[in-house]
C-alpha cells in the first residue's frame, strides 16, 4: 500500500509565501512523475505543476514564475514553493505520484488526501 501525506497548508495574505512538501511511503519500487495538483470549490481539478525522476518540471501558465516545484528522489518526497501567492490560489492541493511496485511493472497513479490552501486578506 502506498500513502502520499501532504503537509504545509494553511491561511496566508495574498503576495504571501507557503511550502508544500509530500512524502511517499509503502512498497514502492521506483517513483516516475511527481506533481502537485488543485481544485477550487465548484472547479475541476488542474495540473499545476508536475516533475520527472531526472529533474524535468512543467508548469501550469498561472503560476509560472511564482512556484517552483523540487524533489528528493531518496527521501521519496516532493515539495512545491508557492511565492506571491493570489486569492485565486485558493484550493485544495493534492499530491500525485506514478510508481511501480516492482521492477519493469506498470505506472500506478497514487494520490494524497490533500492540503487546503486558502489566499485572503
Known amino acids: 500500500q502506498v500513502q502520499l501525506v501532504e503537509s504545509g497548508g494553511g491561511l496566508v495574505q495574498p503576495g504571501g509565501s507557503l511550502r508544500l512538501s509530500c512524502a511517499a511511503s509503502g512498497s514502492i519500487f521506483s517513483i516516475n512523475t511527481m506533481g502537485w495538483h488543485r481544485q477550487a470549490p465548484g472547479k475541476q481539478r488542474e495540473l499545476v505543476a508536475v516533475?520527472?525522476?531526472?529533474?524535468?518540471?512543467n508548469y501550469a501558465d498561472s503560476v509560472k514564475g511564482r512556484f517552483t516545484i523540487s524533489r528528493d528522489n531518496a527521501k521519496k518526497t516532493v515539495h512545491m514553493q508557492m511565492n506571491s501567492l493570489k486569492p485565486e490560489d485558493t484550493a485544495v492541493y493534492y499530491c500525485n505520484a506514478e510508481v511501480t511496485y516492482f521492477s519493469g511493472g506498470y505506472l500506478h497513479s497514487r494520490w494524497g488526501f490533500g492540503t487546503q490552501v486558502t489566499v485572503s486578506s
Open positions: 516533475i520527472t525522476s531526472s529533474g524535468s518540471t
